[in-house]
């Protein structure tokens, strides 16, 4: 059953304090927000910034663009878009250089919350999963055409599922039968038959759930191209902040962070000076006690800081 009351899903921002206080160095600075949510971070960053700073964030989410249209602030400005193309959306806005990026990764309470964006398994709704629901296809469309070998990939690679190829064996034969999957119960159900064994108080599509989600929003493309953009663009001593809620995000942006936290030697050219590292990595923060005590869904919380050292030095 769907509930009756869709316009209250509530967001609590993680790592509010520790992220706004690792990204902003100096009030006067310009800033992004690759996820504005429902505007946490948004807002704390915004109360900490001087007259002259400013804020550009970004988000995909009709929902959460209606809510940034809240914000009455010359300071504040959102863009309907990933924050994998941030640099091409600054450009636009003559904003080549920043003073920090900030990256809350993952799916928001309210999208998790809400049935009706196929996102949870706990209801029976449509199956949709898009964060942006004005384009792209569902995860519906993807299981209505994807053949047995790109399913087993999708749920292997990105939800870690060691009953992968059962999964799609599964949807493969229920699609043939002629009874597409179209709503998150009919999928939840499909997957509960096949996994016989989960890990204690995890639900058996937990991992499906969320490797559909992440393949049908491209998660870990943008979040690649979106750490790129933000070492071309953060100026010295920029802060990069990153909050990651699975391995997978968090092991690209441990990897990323890493490879530009340290000299590169060119092996074709081995008596040349090593080519100079980018980043300085500042640590790994997780959510305290308390926080995971208020907030459990904050558990998994990771949230990395790196500052880009001096260009050319």
Not at 116 to 142: I, K, V, Y
Not at 266 to 292: F, Q, T, Y
């Amino acid at each position: 059953m769907i509930p009756a009351q869709h316009t209250a899903w509530q967001h609590t921002t993680v790592l509010r304090t520790e992220a706004v206080q690792a990204l902003v160095t100096h009030a006067d600075g310009v800033y992004v927000d690759g996820t504005f949510g429902r505007g946490g971070h948004a807002r704390a960053v915004l109360a900490q910034l001087s007259p002259a700073g400013r804020l550009v964030a970004f988000d995909k989410d009709p929902e959460a663009l209606a809510e940034a249209a809240t914000i009455a602030d010359p300071r504040f400005a959102i863009c309907h878009a990933s924050f994998g193309d941030m640099r091409a959306q600054l450009q636009a806005l003559g904003i080549t250089r920043v003073d920090g990026v900030l990256l809350d990764l993952g799916v928001s309470s309210p999208q998790i919350d809400n049935p009706e964006r196929g996102f949870s398994f706990r209801f029976d709704a449509p199956l949709d999963m898009r964060m942006d629901t004005t384009r792209g296809e569902t995860a519906a469309d993807f299981l209505a055409r994807a053949d047995e070998r790109q399913l087993a990939q999708v749920i292997r690679d990105y939800g870690e599922e060691r009953f992968a190829l059962q999964i799609a064996k599964a949807v493969v034969a229920r699609r043939q039968g002629g009874d597409q999957l179209r709503t998150t119960g009919e999928l939840s159900a499909l997957v509960a038959r096949v996994v016989k064994t989960r890990e204690p108080g995890q639900d058996p599509a937990t991992r499906t759930f969320q490797a559909l989600r992440i393949f049908v929003n491209a998660e870990l493309e943008a979040l690649e191209q979106g750490l790129k953009a933000a070492l071309d663009l953060l100026a010295p001593g920029g802060r990069l902040v990153v909050i990651s809620f699975h391995s997978l995000e968090d092991r690209i942006v441990k990897t990323f962070i890493a490879a530009h936290s340290r000299d590169v030697v060119d092996r074709r050219a081995p008596m040349a000076p090593p080519r100079p590292l980018k980043l300085h990595a500042l640590g790994r923060v997780k959510p305290g006690i308390g926080e995971v005590r208020e907030n459990p869904r904050a558990r998994s919380a990771v949230m990395r800081v790196a500052e880009r050292t001096e260009v050319g030095t």
